[in-house]
């Protein structure tokens, strides 16, 4: 069932390597993922540790008992000044309503909504066609957004988490089930997220993707649970988690800690998502091994390929696609300058040689992956 409404996987923790299926379910069809560079050994026991803890992965909705409330939930702060809006129900076509009756029947299935009748706040229905011609239900919460405060909850610095998970000889990444719907709503404000369909109105009681402050509560949620391992045998960006170690011993423990974490608090797994005891792997955009951090072969792709900038929307391209890769570009900056420049100047756009040298210095440079090595491995 995909309840994962997440649009940009680009950016999405995943190994490097190819990975093999076990079978931690009842079904065949039931797997998690292991690395395929492990000795026999090493493989049986990380092996062994993920079918200890089985019961940890969610295969349905009716498999996540939920965060405890009393632990965590979501609460809405909304500014005293705010007024209450409740939105016109939008018209849709056919197409759209079918695919709305679908997702709010999962909804209700999964007992992540329930109807609602009488409401001062009513967002509208917008349906996204994913990638693969599949419709996506997401909720208009422009409005209810724009009365609450942003949640100041800082967010880890991506450096910090980068630096902390490369050098390490075995990663796993882990993803929770539909992690933002584990959380429930504050039973105060679940009818705040009242959305219009067009046979009913419903509203959330777990907390929805598109609420202003989501991610921080999530980031809050994952900070909470992990607070003896993060920063010493995993790193956690939002939902984005990885485990690092530096033998396949200290790999095992690892794994039985966060598990008994998991577990603690109620947390599930997809294991669909998962995979475990790889040597390399994606991160916040970045790729992690035993040797250090690497650029995201894609990224330097992006720029290898591209031609010289002819309107100034392609110098932000590429401008952002540079800044991107900052930490494997020394003196960013200075070469930079001629291209930099274009996006201050108000008169007519023109590419210099200047900036052709430029671009193609960055182009030199990247034609060879760049690594940052790990103070181990330097």
Known sequence: MDLDPRINQDERVEPIEYKQPIQVGASEFQVTYLGTNLSEQERMAIKQVVLDNSDLFAWHPSDMPGIDPNFLCHKLSISKEARSIAQRRRKAGEERKAAIEVEVGKLLDARFIRELHYTTWLANVVMVRKPNGKWRMCTDYTYLNKACPKDAYPLPNIDRLVDGASGHKFLSFLDAYSGYNQIRMHPQDEEKTAFITETANYCYRVMPFRLKNAGATYQRLMNKTFSNQICRSMEVYVDDMVVNSSDISAHARDLTDIFQALRRHQMRLNPE???????GGKFLGFMLSSRGIEANPDKFQAILDMKSPTTLKEVQKLAGRLTSLSRFLPRLAEIAKPILLLLKKT????????????????????????ILYSQSVA
Request: with cysteine.
């Open 273 to 279: 998502k998962c995979v475990f005891g790889v040597l």
């Open 347 to 370: 008169e007519r756009f023109k590419w210099t040689q200047e900036c052709e040298g430029s671009i193609q210095q960055f182009k030199e440079r990247l034609s060879t992956p760049p």
